[in-house]
């Protein structure tokens, strides 16, 4: 059994919401090891939309979820945070008091830390696109079949279909069309779940003539080795249809798996873990939790939000690192320790 690590804070989850508490936590020089199931930093936005643009980061009127992830972990280099990546938790045990928590957490790759405080900040949990009930469709998977777009210069020139009528399949219905020879959106019903200005902008599209819009669903596949030359659509007259394409891109959501974490005795409500507002601390004292993983009245899912409750549950961090030392809060533009801590002082 590997040696013990002892640190102040683990979290788990290096997506944005970790990466930005460890910089938080770092303010405060509380140090960090982050945990993470995927091989790489960066969570979601680098595992299934990296090169997908994002609008909603204050002072980024656009940046691409990759190019969030590389400023973040700019960001909080001058803290030296520790990854253990491609492991997932298979166990928490808690060691201390309501008063002064401890934690030992060890992973299934042999990994054992001990820490004052654990911050969850794992998304949704293990995460698996909900793939739609067509025969066949596992041949075609990662050759002509995605439920991700990693490169987009991947589809250049090429006929591409996106199935659904959610914010997933309209942004890259508007992101794929300036490379892509062709867009086909397929959806069973003239109605979206979208953002409404992206369904307009489709609707322009089509308008054009620039793209193609068919209500229906796909009932058949078809191609050899993998590569696809077309699909069957069922309309909603019970007519078929063959339509041409290279690629399939369905588009019908994650199903979310919380994994080992509900096994750690944290209050759940639909596979969610409910937190305070103040500090977003679980019910269990000195396990916090933030992003997507999270709910409290008036939850948004949304990166910017993950970031205010990491730096709240920073705060409270400090009382369980350093009980017996008074937190003052302090100005990252006027305080000059924090930007020597940074680098810039």
């Keep these: 059994m590997s040696e013990t690590v002892t640190t102040d804070v683990a979290i788990i989850g290096a997506g944005p919401a970790g990466l930005f508490a460890v910089f938080e ?25 990296p090169e997908k643009p994002i609008y909603d980061i204050p002072g980024f009127p656009v ?26 938790v298979e166990s928490l045990e808690v060691l201390g008091t309501a008063e002064h928590p401890k934690f030992r957490i060890r992973t299934d790759a042999g990994t054992a ?47 591409v279909v996106i199935v659904g009528g959610g914010d997933s399949a309209l942004d890259w219905v508007l992101n794929l069309h300036p490379v892509a020879r062709r867009i086909t959106l397929i959806h069973r019903r003239d109605a979206f779940r979208a953002a409404p200005h992206s369904v307009n902008a489709m609707h322009e599209l089509v308008a054009e003539g620039k793209m193609d819009f068919l209500l229906g669903q796909v009932s058949g596949l078809k191609g050899e080795d993998g590569q696809l030359s077309g699909l ?30 509900a096994d ?30 999270i709910t409290y009245p008036g939850k ?28 003052v809060f302090q100005y990252t533009t006027s305080s000059t320790s924090l930007q020597r801590k940074l680098g810039v002082g």
Excluded at 68 to 82: A, S, Y
Excluded at 236 to 242: H, L, S, V, W
Excluded at 245 to 250: G, I, N
């Design 25 to 49: 936590l770092g303010l405060l020089d509380i140090k960090a090891h982050l945990i993470d199931i995927l091989p790489k930093i960066g969570g979601q936005c680098a595992e299934l939309y």
């Design 113 to 159: 830390l001990e820490a004052k405080v654990v911050i969850v900040a794992a998304g949704g949990g293990s995460f698996q696109p909900k793939k739609p009930p067509i025969p066949g469709i596992g041949g075609y998977e990662g050759k002509s079949v995605f439920y991700a777009v990693r490169k987009i210069e991947q589809f250049r020139d090429r006929r």
């Design 232 to 261: 069957t659509l069922r309309k909603e007259n019970g007519e078929f249809i063959d339509w041409e394409c290279d690629d399939l891109m369905p588009f019908f959501g994650l199903t979310m798996k919380l994994g080992p974490i």
């Design 264 to 293: 750690w005795g944290l209050d759940l409500h639909e596979n969610l873990v409910p937190t305070d507002t103040e500090k977003f601390e679980t019910n269990v004292p000195g396990i916090f939790a933030i992003g997507d993983i």
């Design 63 to 88: 940046v691409s979820a990759q190019g969030l992830v590389d400023n973040l972990v700019l960001q909080i280099q001058p803290f030296h945070p520790t990854f253990h990546l491609g492991e997932m």
């Design 300 to 327: 948004l899912k949304l990166i910017l939000s993950a970031f205010h409750e990491g730096a709240l549950a920073a705060q409270k961090a400090h009382r369980y690192v350093y009980p017996e030392k008074k937190l």
